[in-house]
């Protein structure tokens, strides 16, 4: 309780105050101690006087002699004094509390000794004969044929007993000031501590995080200048952490959603961040945070990069595999950083995954390569059976006709290759526009099964077409639609085997319409799943070739259906035949 201003107020207050009580209270009782004994004395002093001026008329009227036991005890009897009258020797005269003769001489009393001298003797000291502290004043006496000394004493118990009333009396009204002091201090310290209260819970309360807290205490002494400064640093500090926040956000959005993995690493090799993209990369885990690099990292190669980042302070970046993710290629940058503020050595690594873009550079490398062989080996023919006609000049017609004929062919076959790639050309450009329309389904698909039927009767191969039972229609480019179906038939029909079949199925999806092409040829092995609409990639090349096709059917279906907002898959097993699904929405 005492740690609070508010009692410490109450302590100060009651602790000045119960100072001042006991100084003055001290100081008050001395002074009436002194004031009463002073009294006490003078009146004593005259009372003596008295017993003198009586001890001088001591011949009553009645003309008899009164002694002077008789007036100690008359002036004795209606007060607690003891009077004793002495001579100038010292001899008790009379006594008003003991018998003269009995009494031993008293020259030589400090009081009876001053007053014997012709003054007046005041002393403070213990009583044989009354076995008790008493206060003695004694003053001269000369009555004409007796000189001495009229000595008065009093009991100082009885002194004792009015000190000790006006004591409790002062103490009494000591307690009654202090309580009032208290109650007074309370209601003082309760106003004063107020502001600070205020001010008080509103900080605790800011630094449980409201940082819209204000008080609303006003004044133009210092505590109101206190109170106004914390409005101020309060509304700057929010202000300040609205500011921080909104960078930690958009830092952290970005962060979060950015396609590269970023990984940072105390001085002391703990890691302290790491975003989603590296926690996927790296397989960290959830409770990375505060674990050693070398723990949680299984590559080696990083961990050598770091190593030499931490040595060299110089960025180090190289192209790495990660094994773990299925022989992932990341392009690992490792940044060594010093913070000045804290003096430490922190290290910043970035993974940025170019699997893809290896995989795209390696599908233009194999693109610029299947070119030039598929231009080749047209060229090549044409340019060697034409060589042939010249150096025959017409001789053998057979001859002339063959080699005219394959002339053709490859020509033929450059014509498709050439009219592929321009096709894919113009799907991939930016100007490429669709021709939409209304399209009925029912009626393009059995129109294309139609004219692929004929091609598919040559090798006796039958094109199952199962209709459905409602019209479907949507929007799309017919043309479209129907060279995909083109490509996908064709290819059923190449790779099946003699007297084989094809299935083409519609589906009605809601708000999509689903067509499949199955057949019922060599398949495709699960290896290759990933490339066949790659261009001129073909799974079985021999064959391809023999069929006379380019390479390029499977990618134009792919960049088709794009452009239609659909998708296309893939089901195939080796030997048994694949299954090719369109989804376009309506």
């Known amino acids: 309780m005492i740690k609070s201003y508010r009692w410490k107020l109450v302590a100060a207050y009651l602790l000045v105050i119960t100072f001042l009580l006991v100084l003055l209270g001290g100081i008050g009782y001395i002074n009436f101690k002194n004031y009463y004994l002073n009294n006490m004395e003078e009146r004593l002093t005259k009372e003596a006087f008295l017993v003198a001026d009586m ?14 036991q008789d007036i100690c005890e008359t002036a004795a009897q209606d007060s607690t004094a003891r009077v004793t009258i002495v001579n100038a020797e010292g001899l008790v005269l009379g006594d008003s509390s003991a018998e003269p003769d009995k009494m031993e001489n008293h020259s030589t009393r400090p009081e009876v000794y001053a007053a014997l001298h012709g003054g007046i003797g005041i002393e403070m000291r213990y009583s044989d004969t009354l076995d008790m502290n008493m206060l003695y004043v004694a003053v001269p006496l000369n009555t004409g044929d007796v000189k001495g000394a009229v000595r008065i004493a009093m009991p100082l118990a009885a002194l004792q007993v009015i000190y000790n009333n006006v004591f409790s009396g002062m103490l009494m009204a000591a307690l009654l000031c202090g309580l009032l002091a208290f109650l007074l201090s309370f209601m003082l310290a309760q106003y004063f501590s107020h502001p600070l209260r205020d001010i008080t819970e509103a900080v605790q309360d800011m630094a449980r995080g409201n940082l819209k807290r204000r008080t ?5 002494d210092e505590m109101g200048i206190l109170a106004q400064a914390f409005n101020d640093m309060g509304q700057h500090i929010e202000q300040s952490m609205y500011e921080v926040s909104e960078v930690k956000n958009r830092l952290e959005a970005l962060l979060n959603n950015t396609v590269n993995g970023i990984v940072m690493i105390g001085n002391d090799g703990r890691v302290v961040y790491a975003n989603p993209a590296a926690i996927c990369l790296l397989g960290l885990g959830t409770h990375f945070v505060g ?5 949680l990292i299984t590559t080696y190669e990083l961990l050598a990069m770091i190593d030499e980042a931490k040595i060299s302070l110089h960025p180090v970046k190289r192209t790495i595999v990660l094994h773990t993710l299925g022989a992932r290629i990341i392009e690992a940058n490792v940044v060594p950083i ?10 910043l690594v970035v993974l940025n995954d170019i699997t893809e873009l290896k995989r795209l550079e390696q599908v ?32 053998n017609s057979d001859n002339v006709m063959e080699f005219t004929t394959i002339i053709y062919d490859e020509a033929q076959r450059l014509s498709n290759l050439i009219n592929g790639l321009l096709e894919l ?10 021709n939409l329309q209304t399209v009925s389904i029912n009626k393009l698909v059995s129109a294309t099964v139609e004219r692929m039927s004929k091609l598919a009767g040559l090798r006796n191969i039958l094109v199952n077409y199962t209709e459905p039972k409602d019209i479907l229609e949507l929007t799309s480019d017919p043309a479209l639609i129907d060279q995909i179906l083109m490509n996908l038939l064709d290819n059923a029909i190449k790779y099946s085997a003699d007297r084989g079949q094809v ?36 799974v079985d090349k021999a064959r391809s070739r023999k069929t006379g096709g380019t390479g390029l059917g499977l990618a134009i279906v792919k960049h088709l259906v794009e452009n239609l907002k659909g998708q296309v898959t893939v089901e195939s097993t080796v030997g048994k035949g694949s299954t090719f699904t369109i989804t376009l929405p309506k």
């Open 338 to 347: 010093k913070n000045e503020a804290l003096a430490t050595q922190d290290i």
């Open 364 to 395: 233009r490398k194999d693109f610029v390569a299947n070119v030039s062989h598929e231009l080749k080996t047209p060229v090549t023919s044409i340019s060697g059976f034409a060589e042939t006609l010249l150096d025959e000049g017409g001789k």
């Open 503 to 538: 299935d083409i199925k519609v589906e009605d999806l809601s708000d999509k319409v689903r067509i499949s092409v199955k057949d019922n040829g060599i398949g495709i092995p699960e290896k290759e799943m990933a490339r066949i609409f790659e261009r001129f990639y073909r």
């Open 55 to 68: 001890c001088q008329y001591r011949i009553g009227d009645n003309a008899t002699t009164r002694s002077y």
């Open 216 to 220: 609303s205490f006003h004044s133009a």
């Open 291 to 295: 674990k050693k690099h070398v723990e």
């Open 425 to 434: 050309s113009k799907l991939e450009s930016d100007e490429f526009k669709l």
